[in-house]
C-alpha cells in the first residue's frame, strides 16, 4: 500500500512567519501534489512536481513555493505566513506514465496561522 | 479550462435509502479520466474509481455504481441501501490527458442517518 505521510497533522503559526509543510513518500512515484482544501470551495491545486528540483505552478501558488531535493520528499514553503492561508493542506502522490494512476493522498495538515 | 460541478452541498438521508451524487464537468479535451474520491470524518481521502473517457461502461461494485453519460458531461454516483458510514464528504475530480494533476468538484458532503 502506498504510504504518503505529512509530518504534522496539526499546526499553529503566528503572521510573518516562515512556515515547512512536509512530505514524504514510500512508492518510489515520481508526481507529488500539495493541495489546499476550504470549506465550500473543494481542493485547489498549489505546486506540483513531475520530478526531483522540478516544479509547476498549480491554480494558487501566490504565498507558496516548494521544494523537491529528494524523489521521496516535496516540500511546501509559507514564505510569510498569513491569517487566509489558515488551512487544510494534503500532499499527494503518483506514479508516471499513461494509465493516469489515482493520487494517493496523506493524511492532511491542518494549519492554523494567528 | 477544466471545471467540476457538484451542485448538491449536502444530502441528508435515512439509512437504507438510496443516494444519486451528481457531478458533471467540462473539458475540452477528448481524451480524460474521471475520479470519485470518499472523505471520512478522519479526512484521509479514499480513491474510489476511475473512468476514462473512452469508456462509458457503467460500473456497479457493492451497494456503489456510477453512471457515466458523455452526452450530459456528467459522471454520478449512486449508493444504494445507504449505511451511517457512507458518511462522508465525496469528491468528483477530473484529470486531463496532459498533466496527472486532478480538478476536483467543491464536494458534496452525505450524512446517513440511522
Known amino acids: 500500500d502506498v504510504k504518503v505521510t505529512q509530518s504534522s497533522r496539526y499546526l499553529v503559526k503566528r503572521t510573518g512567519e516562515k512556515v515547512f509543510l512536509e512530505c514524504v513518500q514510500d512508492?518510489?512515484?515520481?508526481?507529488m501534489f500539495w493541495y489546499r482544501q476550504d470549506p465550500g470551495l473543494g481542493l485547489r491545486l498549489i505546486y506540483f512536481s513531475y520530478d526531483v528540483k522540478m516544479k509547476e505552478k498549480g491554480d494558487i501558488p501566490e504565498g507558496y513555493s516548494v521544494s523537491r531535493e529528494k524523489k521521496e520528499r516535496f516540500s511546501l514553503i509559507l514564505e510569510s505566513a498569513s491569517t487566509n492561508q489558515t488551512s487544510m493542506y494534503l500532499c499527494?502522490?503518483?506514479?508516471?506514465?499513461?494509465?493516469?494512476?489515482?493520487?494517493?493522498f496523506g493524511n492532511g495538515t491542518r494549519l492554523t496561522v494567528t | 479550462a477544466q471545471k467540476v460541478t457538484q451542485a448538491q452541498t449536502e444530502i441528508s438521508v435515512v439509512e437504507k435509502e438510496d443516494v444519486t451524487l451528481d457531478c458533471v464537468y467540462e473539458?475540452?479535451?477528448?481524451?480524460?479520466?474521471l475520479f470519485w474520491y470518499k472523505q471520512p470524518p478522519s479526512g484521509e481521502l479514499v480513491f474510489l474509481i476511475r473512468?476514462?473517457?473512452?469508456?462509458?461502461q457503467n460500473e456497479i461494485s457493492g451497494r456503489y455504481s456510477w453512471n457515466f453519460q458523455k452526452s450530459t458531461s456528467s459522471f454520478n454516483f449512486t449508493i444504494t441501501a445507504s449505511q451511517v458510514v457512507d458518511s462522508a464528504v465525496y469528491f468528483c475530480a477530473l484529470m486531463n490527458s496532459g498533466y496527472s494533476t486532478l480538478t476536483f468538484g467543491k464536494g458534496t458532503m452525505l450524512l446517513v442517518s440511522p
Open positions: 473512468r476514462n473517457s473512452f469508456d462509458e
Open positions: 499527494a502522490s503518483s506514479p508516471p506514465g499513461p494509465r493516469r494512476s489515482p493520487l494517493h
Open positions: 512508492m518510489d512515484h515520481e508526481n
Open positions: 473539458t475540452r479535451d477528448t481524451t480524460y479520466y
